[in-house]
């Protein structure tokens, strides 16, 4: 099998290499989506290198910072063994054609179109920043930040009975938000008093706005990744008196009051199932056919507006 695949050779710039095709189950990729926050750090050279063995991506080839193949959200069809024949997503990075084993391949559900299924890392990401926050029924929820994974969190969120959810971002995401169920606000008229608050946006702003959002001992919930950047917060304010907490997420560790009942894999089964919401396509904010990928993967994560970017091969 002859593979080629999207390299980060320097930063910002890319090039489509030959590439190890793998062993198992051979695949045929139909779309990858572009996770924009931490491909803009790879594709940057941003990865600090105390966290270089925790930031490598499943099946990831080469070593940061360059060259390196990278990517998490592969879907494409098995075209031998079991599943001949049958989409399924992998935990690959951008590449045409692959093999895997087949344990690290999981077949979509039915109802859910290959072309949204690009979603479901970030989904999972989504779901265990979720579980991290626990917010619950009836709660008031802020989401900072309105990129992909934010909305992907606030779209969960807003699924809880009666709870109150409202987006909020720099950007006007109102018509995304309320697409959701969810309210919006720009950061300058977020409402306070909030039960659980969730932060996505990789600022530093953003998450002292959360703080200041937070009613008396809730939790803000800090799903960002900052890579090698310092972060100062004003923790002479309410963050004491307030009794306010902050927890971290990261979708490389399951929760521990449910690692004893959920795997890696039941919970990535899980994020491909709550993709079956057509409402979800909008997050789809743009698309690029796989050979023309170098010339537009460092526009792509520069714009602001990137939600997912799909690649098709």
């Known amino acids: 099998m002859t593979a080629r695949a999207l390299w980060c050779i320097s930063p910002d710039r890319t090039e489509l290499r030959p590439a190890s095709a793998g062993e198992g189950v051979a695949v045929r990729a139909l779309f990858s989506g572009i ?110 930040g309105g990129g992909l994974v934010g909305m992907l969190a606030a779209s969960l969120a807003a699924r809880l009975p009666g709870a109150e959810v409202v987006v909020i971002d720099l950007q006007d995401r109102a018509a995304l938000a309320r697409s959701f169920g969810c309210g919006f606000a720009h950061p300058d008229d977020a409402p306070g008093g909030q039960d659980a608050v969730i932060h996505t946006s990789a600022s530093q702003a953003g998450l002292a706005l959360a703080l200041s959002l937070a009613g008396p001992q809730a939790t803000i919930t800090e799903a960002s990744w900052h890579g090698e950047g310092a972060v100062a917060l004003p923790l002479g304010a309410a963050f004491h008196s307030q009794r306010l907490r902050i927890v971290s997420s990261q979708v490389g560790a399951i929760p521990p009051d449910r690692a004893p009942r959920w795997t890696y894999r039941r919970r990535l089964a899980k994020a491909l199932d709550l993709l079956r919401d057509e409402r979800l396509d909008a997050l789809i904010s743009g698309e690029t056919a796989f050979a023309d990928l170098p010339n537009a993967y460092a526009a792509i994560l520069s714009d602001p507006a990137t939600l997912c970017h799909r690649i098709r091969y």
């Open 35 to 144: 996770s924009r926050g931490t491909e803009r750090l790879v594709l940057a050279g941003r990865v600090p290198s105390g966290e270089q063995a925790r930031m490598r991506a499943p099946f990831q080839e080469g070593d940061f910072p360059f060259p390196v193949k990278y990517g998490y959200a592969s879907v494409g069809i098995a075209t031998e063994g079991g599943l001949a024949g049958r989409p399924v997503f992998a935990l690959f990075p951008h590449q045409d054609t692959y093999r895997l084993p087949e344990d690290a391949l999981i077949p979509l559900p039915d109802g859910l179109p290959p072309e949204r299924a690009v979603l479901a890392a970030n989904m999972e990401t989504a779901l265990n920043i979720l579980w991290d926050s626990g917010a619950g029924p009836g709660d008031r929820i802020a989401i900072l």
